[in-house]
């Protein structure tokens, strides 16, 4: 057994496996084997128990000849453990050495030790413990035989370093798994649909699609660049990464209006998406799910650009978001203005553009003439001399 603190390159490699497990559950073996050499145990084990009921829920040791001693445990004597009934009253204390708390006399009249840890030739142990999912706690434990010492003063002290890096593991684990079960939660929904549809992030990265999708692809005037959906037209290309950025940083919902090259018009739907077990996780700010469905034909010629037919299918609180676009503002100018809310705005500006026929700002902008439009806010004398602060033209 080992008599002195591990070197610092030993704990480095074991904190690298340990971040490893994260996305490898299957090196958790390694790392115990790891953790066992370096406070010089005989046999490590990690379990996670439910904080009301006691009851284990899962276990796990270092090396396959202790498996059995492993089920043993975790089917019926982990209920009667007094390590982590000590645990359970001691809030503030996260590593033990079990000889400081448990003599001679306790072992020998405890049916824990003298029915389940001596007949496997056990009697000391190192015990830490960290908590990741609110209802439950982990236990990481190193143990020893009665012929050798028991745990050094150095080896509660290597187990107190290492314990934050377990905990942050296991919780990157068990949000990648959340987010696994987010991602086909979506897909079972995304190929029950037989529009083009896409699980993205606000990146833009191609996460999963349906095969509506895949077929899409090319007369959508797209493609996949290094798994990332990309436009092939600039102007659409920003649109979407504007409608990502919204999208993601809001949590609210974001609509995108193109023409693909056929000359059919499309709307994209983008969604934030949260599977029912991430209703308490940031996470679901992560995902977004773009429903893509292709808009009906205009059932009459669009008028010539410019006139004042071309305005008769707005409403009046649009007539004023189209007035302040036409000013050169920016929608949250255009917002402040009308006292209204940024989103109701964005919303206006994709009716307008549903309405008139045209497949961007840019566009409308260049066709329609101001001096078509009735009195709004932002065509009375005042507002052309005076614009509120934070609002003049062409910001």
């Given at each position: 057994?080992?008599?002195?603190?591990?070197?610092?390159?030993?704990?480095?490699?074991?904190?690298?496996?340990?971040?490893?497990?994260?996305?490898?559950?299957?090196?958790?073996?390694?790392?115990?084997?790891?953790?066992?050499?370096?406070?010089?145990?005989?046999?490590?084990?990690?379990?996670?128990?439910?904080?009301?009921?006691?009851?284990?829920?899962?276990?796990?040791?270092?090396?396959?000849?202790?498996?059995?001693?492993?089920r043993h445990y975790l089917s019926h004597w982990g209920a009667?453990?007094?390590?982590?009934?000590?645990?359970?009253?001691?809030?503030?204390?996260?590593?033990?050495?079990?000889?400081?708390?448990?003599?001679?006399?306790?072992?020998?009249?405890?049916?824990?030790?003298?029915?389940?840890?001596?007949?496997?030739?056990?009697?000391?142990?190192?015990?830490?413990?960290?908590?990741?999912?609110?209802?439950?706690?982990?236990?990481?434990?190193?143990?020893?035989?009665?012929?050798?010492?028991?745990?050094?003063?150095?080896?509660?002290?290597?187990?107190?370093?290492?314990?934050?890096?377990?905990e942050r593991s296991s919780g990157i684990a068990a949000k990648?798994?959340?987010?696994?079960?987010?991602?086909?939660?979506?897909?079972?929904?995304?190929?029950?649909?037989?529009?083009?549809?896409?699980?993205?992030?606000?990146?833009?990265?191609?996460?999963?699609?349906?095969?509506?999708?895949?077929?899409?692809?090319?007369?959508?005037?797209?493609?996949?660049?290094?798994?990332?959906?990309?436009?092939?037209?600039?102007?659409?290309?920003?649109?979407?990464?504007?409608?990502?950025?919204?999208?993601?940083?809001?949590?609210?919902?974001?609509?995108?209006?193109?023409?693909?090259?056929?000359?059919?018009?499309?709307?994209?739907?983008?969604?934030?998406?949260?599977?029912?077990?991430?209703?308490?996780?940031?996470?679901?700010?992560?995902?977004?799910?773009?429903?893509?469905?292709?808009?009906?034909?205009?059932?009459?010629?669009?008028?010539?650009?410019?006139?004042?037919?071309?305005?008769?299918?707005?409403?009046?609180?649009?007539?004023?978001?189209?007035?302040?676009?036409?000013?050169?503002?920016?929608?949250?100018?255009?917002?402040?203005?009308?006292?209204?809310?940024?989103?109701?705005?964005?919303?206006?500006?994709?009716?307008?553009?549903?309405?008139?026929?045209?497949?961007?700002?840019?566009?409308?902008?260049a066709s329609f003439s101001n001096s078509v439009l009735p009195?709004?806010?932002?065509?009375?004398?005042?507002?052309?001399?005076?614009?509120?602060?934070?609002?003049?033209?062409?910001?």
């Amino acid at each position: 057994m080992k008599s002195h603190a591990p070197n610092p390159e030993g704990i480095n490699e074991l904190v690298g496996l340990i971040y490893a497990c994260a996305t490898e559950p299957a090196r958790l073996p390694e790392v115990l084997r790891l953790f066992n050499e370096l406070v010089g145990g005989a046999t490590a084990q990690i379990f996670t128990r439910d904080l009301a009921s006691g009851a284990i829920v899962a276990s796990q040791v270092a090396d396959a000849a202790h498996e059995p001693v492993g089920r043993h445990y975790l089917s019926h004597w982990g209920a009667f453990d007094p390590r982590v009934k000590w645990f359970s009253s001691r809030s503030s204390n996260k590593v033990l050495r079990c000889h400081e708390l448990f003599d001679e006399a306790f072992v020998a009249a405890s049916s824990f030790y003298q029915d389940f840890m001596v007949p496997h030739g056990l009697r000391w142990s190192l015990v830490g413990r960290y908590q990741v999912e609110p209802g439950t706690e982990t236990v990481i434990l190193s143990m020893r035989p009665a012929a050798s010492r028991p745990f050094e003063p150095w080896t509660a002290h290597t187990l107190l370093q290492l314990l934050p890096h377990f905990e942050r593991s296991s919780g990157i684990a068990a949000k990648l798994e959340r987010q696994s079960a987010a991602v086909q939660s979506a897909m079972a929904m995304m190929k029950s649909l037989p529009t083009p549809c896409l699980l993205t992030d606000n990146a833009g990265r191609c996460l999963e699609a349906n095969d509506a999708f895949s077929v899409a692809l090319e007369p959508l005037s797209m493609r996949l660049v290094t798994g990332r959906v990309r436009f092939t037209r600039s102007d659409l290309q920003a649109q979407w990464e504007s409608a990502l950025f919204e999208t993601h940083t809001t949590a609210l919902a974001a609509t995108m209006v193109f023409a693909d090259t056929g000359g059919r018009h499309w709307k994209a739907r983008l969604l934030p998406w949260q599977a029912p077990v991430e209703q308490h996780d940031n996470l679901k700010r992560k995902m977004i799910v773009v429903i893509f469905s292709e808009m009906a034909a205009q059932p009459h010629p669009m008028p010539p650009a410019g006139s004042m037919a071309a305005t008769a299918r707005l409403t009046r609180a649009e007539v004023e978001v189209l007035a302040g676009l036409l000013k050169g503002l920016p929608a949250k100018a255009i917002a402040t203005r009308r006292s209204a809310s940024v989103n109701t705005v964005r919303t206006q500006i994709v009716s307008i553009l549903e309405k008139t026929g045209y497949n961007s700002q840019k566009e409308l902008m260049a066709s329609f003439s101001n001096s078509v439009l009735p009195d709004s806010v932002f065509t009375s004398s005042t507002y052309e001399s005076h614009p509120p602060r934070g609002e003049a033209i062409g910001r």
